[in-house]
């Protein structure tokens, strides 16, 4: 099992364009979680995916949105990009809800996107 | 508000030595309290979870409710400790803080 895999690694787009960032969950995953991670900065929330909805969404305007597969594979989208997009990436998959334990969280390396 | 607050950027030890990372947090509800570990070239992974109580690498966190507090306490230092730390609750969301970079010095 690789694990979270995250794709592409590195991207560079221009201010204004859309950007398409992929996910695939470790094997017996079913939720997927993005996270905004800016230079000296811990991760943040953007939004959670399960069963293929939107189930939990942090503080990102609607130019952030995603979707999630019926494999749990995951995609995040961003438009209209900024300067302040530029930050690392984060994918996170958990498996099945095991109450009254919150699922462990398993990160990906990570997508660096940098706007110019 | 739900925020976690991480007030020290970077932690130096020596090797042996005991260590502390601090962490606070505000919460109206029942948080559930998490240690995130980021070693060199490696990616986040779980350290180790208050509801769980246990300990993970010589490392123990106590959650205390009065000071909305969960510090991260090591008795001995070792090297391989040397790493980036991130303190995160569970909420509304999941809040990380903006993480301790703790260096063990031989």
């Known amino acids: 099992d690789a694990g979270v895999t995250q794709s592409p690694t590195h991207l560079i787009k221009t201010r204004g364009q859309q950007v398409t960032l992929r996910c695939s969950p470790k094997?017996?995953?079913?939720?997927v979680s993005w996270y905004q991670q800016a230079l000296g900065q811990g991760p943040q929330f953007i939004f959670q995916?399960?069963?293929?909805?939107?189930?939990q969404r942090g503080n990102f305007p609607d130019r952030f949105s995603g979707h999630q597969f019926p494999n749990y594979s995951s995609e995040l989208n961003v438009n209209a990009l900024l300067l302040g997009d530029s930050a690392l990436y984060l994918c996170?998959?958990?498996?099945?809800?095991?109450?009254?334990?919150?699922?462990?969280?398993?990160f990906g390396q990570g997508t660096r996107l940098t706007v110019v | 508000a739900q925020r976690v607050t991480q007030p020290e950027k970077l932690l130096s030890v020596f090797k042996g030595a005991p260590v502390e990372l601090k962490c606070n947090y505000s919460?109206?509800?029942?948080?559930?309290l998490f240690w995130y570990v980021q070693y060199s070239r490696q990616r986040l992974q779980l350290l180790l979870r208050h509801i769980s109580r246990e300990s993970i690498k010589g490392f123990t966190a106590d959650l205390n409710k009065g000071e909305t507090s969960f510090h991260l306490k090591k008795p001995f230092a070792q090297e391989e400790d040397s790493a980036m730390y991130y303190c995160a609750l569970s909420g509304a969301d999941m809040r990380f803080g903006a993480g301790t970079r703790l260096t063990v010095k031989p």
């Open positions: 995916y399960y069963e293929e909805e939107e189930r």
């Open positions: 919460y109206s509800g029942s948080p559930e």
């Open positions: 094997s017996g995953h079913d939720t």
């Open positions: 996170a998959s958990s498996p099945p809800d095991s109450l009254p334990l919150s699922p462990e969280a398993f």
